[in-house]
């Protein structure tokens, strides 16, 4: 069987205060919040999720906030940075907006001959605008606070911080999908040709301890178009020693978890069914969702929530 090879699904990130992240991400940045649940192994903690205008996999960047969190560090063994897409003629427009929001930015900057800029968000994770003409054509959300024109498409993708490239890339071009479109001294470029979501960097760095914490990604996950399709790569993924958890309904999709070679936590997540398979539309973002297992809970879990407003 060959990958689809559609690339990112979603990134997960640990996070400081929701409402902060909120308000970062849906006021200064433009995204959607599509769905407000909890951690589905640890309830007493939010699991935020923020897309583009249709929801689609590539596009949703997802938070555990922990407020009491240490800040983390980044090192060897994480995702550093995560970057989203952009429209290419929209780095006036966003060199602008970042600046009157009081934002440090670098750039823009060209690599791998797209322009970048480079900031960080408010518990210090490293994040990138790309502006990139393939993306022109997906939906950014329209009622956002970012004219539309300019708004975020989803992913553009991630920079992988590891030790040792190749097991990585060869688990990228022969499971996920990926190909090989580039090098630039320590830096690998690999993509799938899908507009959102299809571009992981590799960042070949010497052994350098991150930790844990605010600010740091928890996971990086990959799509599998159906669950015939996330079985396969799960064997694949087996075959190569690398452990990987049993199917986890999710709910909004099926969860896989591994340990990547360089480290990295991957999952691999279905396409479907999707967020608005769980709640009727006008209560995406807005009503807290759980699955149906602590549905009987709500009360007590809704009492030890923190309010979260967009
Ligand atoms: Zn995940």
């Not at 699991?47 to 060897?76: C, D, E, R």
């Not at 688990?171 to 990926?178: A, D, P």
């Not at 010497?206 to 064997?235: C, I, S, T, Y």
Request: hydrophobic share 40%.
């Amino acid at each position: 069987m060959e990958p689809a090879g559609k690339g990112i699904h979603h990134i997960t990130v640990l996070g400081g205060d929701g409402q902060r992240t909120t308000d970062f991400y849906v006021k200064t940045l433009g995204l959607r919040m599509i769905m407000k649940t909890v951690n589905q192994d640890d309830p007493s903690v939010y699991h935020l999720f923020y897309i583009n205008g249709t929801g689609q996999p590539g596009s949703s960047m997802t938070f555990f906030p922990w407020p009491m969190a240490v800040q983390g560090k980044p090192g060897s063994g994480q995702a550093t940075a995560v970057s989203f897409a952009v429209p290419a003629g929209s780095a006036p427009y966003w060199a602008e907006r970042l600046a009157a929001e009081g934002l440090d930015f670098d750039g823009p900057f060209e690599r791998f001959g797209t322009q970048v800029i480079s900031f960080r968000d408010p518990d210090l994770l490293t994040l990138e605008l790309v502006f990139d003409e393939t993306v022109d054509a997906v939906a950014a959300w329209r009622e956002g606070s970012v004219p539309a024109e300019h708004g975020i498409r989803g992913f553009w993708g991630t920079t992988l911080e590891i030790t040792e490239t190749a097991d990585t890339a060869d688990l990228l071009e022969t499971v996920f999908g990926f190909e090989k479109a580039g090098s630039d001294g320590p830096l690998t470029l690999l993509k799938t040709g899908e507009a959102v979501g299809g571009a992981v960097i590799l960042n070949k760095s010497e052994p350098n301890r991150g930790a844990n914490g605010r600010g740091v990604v928890h996971h990086v996950a990959f799509r599998a178009k159906d669950e015939k399709e996330q079985l396969w790569m799960r064997k694949e993924v087996a075959n190569r020693g690398l452990s990987p958890t049993p199917v986890i309904d999710r709910h909004f999709f099926k969860s896989v978890y591994f340990q990547s070679p360089g480290g990295v936590l991957f999952e691999i997540a279905t396409d479907g069914p999707g967020y608005e398979s769980a709640q009727d539309e006008k209560d995406l973002g807005v009503k807290l969702w759980l699955p149906p297992s602590l549905e009987s809970r709500r009360e007590m879990i809704e009492k030890r929530l923190p309010d979260i407003t967009i």
